[in-house]
């Protein structure tokens, strides 16, 4: 019996071997390849080097961005935080050749919340009693 569960825990545990509790997300970039991208290079050659883009800008020039995120936690149940956030931005002229190329980490950003359940109006902020009174004439 004690043969059993010994071998029914060690079962279950065996999940764990081999977690080094790191979790990589998006575009996991070489710094070799990432410095290969200069100025003047034309795109597909960059396509050909870095790979395909995580996103492109969609208005005001034209940019392709490679995001990556590193998460870490201590064992597969504990919660996850981010310890590492890139985004590699390369920036093309009306020709398509690379004028620059930024890289950007967690110092360069803000947090943004997500989940605010609030929505922003432009004007000033009435309340339901105002608004009512607002409508009833004397």
């Not at 609030?118 to 608004?131: F, K, R």
């Amino acid at each position: 019996m004690k043969l059993a569960a010994a071998a029914g825990v060690a079962l279950s545990l065996s999940g764990c071997l081999g977690y080094d509790g790191v979790i990589n997300r998006g575009a996991v970039l070489d710094a070799r390849k990432t410095a290969q991208v200069k100025p003047g290079m034309a795109a597909p050659q960059v396509m050909q080097t870095l790979g395909t883009p995580s996103t492109t800008s969609t208005i005001g020039g034209d940019a392709w961005y490679y995001v990556s995120q590193r998460l870490e936690r201590s064992a597969a149940f504990m919660p996850q935080s981010v310890t590492d956030q890139r985004v590699l931005a390369v920036y093309f002229d009306k020709s398509r050749k690379v004028t620059r190329v930024a890289d950007y980490g967690m110092e360069d950003g803000k947090p943004i919340d997500f989940l605010s359940r609030t929505t922003p109006v432009a004007g000033p902020d009435y309340h339901l009693i105002q608004s009512l009174l607002a409508k009833v004439s004397f």
